[in-house]
């Protein structure tokens, strides 16, 4: 007789939410529906223009590659040199033997070419690496936590301008999450200001400000958002869940890349439903 699989097991239990959010997103309606439902008609979403990916057979490796902070921060030194560029050159944030592997899996998936001097992208131009960083978040959350995303969206709405950057349905909840690229020295504060703006407009469950950085949060981006907060008249709190994890008022969340992208999610949404419990 078989050994029953121990209930108490972290990866078992895991996995068991998993299969119940996928059945619970198999069996609501759509997230461009629930959407329809509250106004919101998309006229644009997921554009390839910018978007770096390989062919869906390399689909996979590139998914876990660009799990690794150092691999995202390899591509956007690619990026900025895309017109060609030896090893050296975007040898910035890992080791040269490090780069060299980065290197060689970008050509093995057909996303450089060797070129005089060094490499350069095969697909140009890339404005930017902020698309396919917007790929990888809503593939997170597709593939680790069995939720429905749709990225890059915009709504004919008036009044409130720019993409939404991702839009997630997870266990019948709607979820905002601004993404950004570019490290904190480059954030304004009238991009904090349309965060804000875009929330009040979708009024989703849970709202997130994501930045692709291990640099520390309470330097300069918690400081903006306390600022835009002081326009209320009873502006709330901004709390420390643990580390560089934010929230405010349990619906808004401030989150980096530290540790892992994956990791600080989860966290967010386990913060979320178990006070909503």
């Avoid at 991009?191 to 997130?208: T, Y």
């Avoid at 907060?229 to 349990?250: A, H, M, T, V, W």
Wanted: hydrophobic content about 40%.
């Amino acid at each position: 007789m078989p050994e029953q699989e121990d209930s108490d097991d972290p990866d078992v239990l895991r996995s068991e939410i998993k299969r119940l959010r996928k059945l619970l997103t198999e069996h609501t309606s759509p997230l461009e529906v629930i959407l329809k439902r509250r106004g919101f008609n998309i006229f644009r979403k997921e554009s390839l223009d910018d978007l770096l990916i390989p062919a869906e057979k390399f689909l996979d490796e590139f998914y876990e590659m660009m799990k690794k902070y150092s691999f995202r921060l390899f591509l956007r030194e690619v990026i900025r040199h895309q017109g060609g560029f030896s090893p050296d050159m975007v040898t910035r944030y890992a080791a040269a033997d490090v780069t060299e592997g980065y290197i060689g899996f970008m050509e093995a998936v057909g996303l450089v070419r060797r070129a005089p001097g060094g490499f350069c992208l095969i697909r140009v131009p890339i404005k930017s690496f902020g698309e396919t960083l917007e790929w990888l978040v809503a593939e997170i959350f597709r593939r680790e936590f069995a939720a429905e995303s749709i990225r890059g969206i915009r709504f004919r709405r008036p009044g409130v301008g720019g993409d939404y950057d991702l839009i997630v349905k997870v266990d019948g909840a709607i979820l905002y999450m601004e993404i950004k690229s570019s490290p904190p020295k480059q954030i304004y504060q009238n991009e904090i200001a349309s965060f804000f703006k875009r929330i009040q407009d979708l009024s989703p469950d849970i709202g997130i400000f994501f930045m692709d950085t291990e640099l520390r949060m309470q330097d300069k981006i918690i400081p903006m958002f306390a600022e835009e907060l002081r326009k209320d008249d009873n502006p709330p709190e901004i709390l420390r869940i643990e580390k560089e994890l934010f929230q405010i008022s349990g619906k808004v969340f401030i989150i980096n890349a530290r540790e892992s992208i994956i990791s600080n999610i989860g966290k967010v949404l386990s913060f979320y439903f178990r006070r909503k419990q």
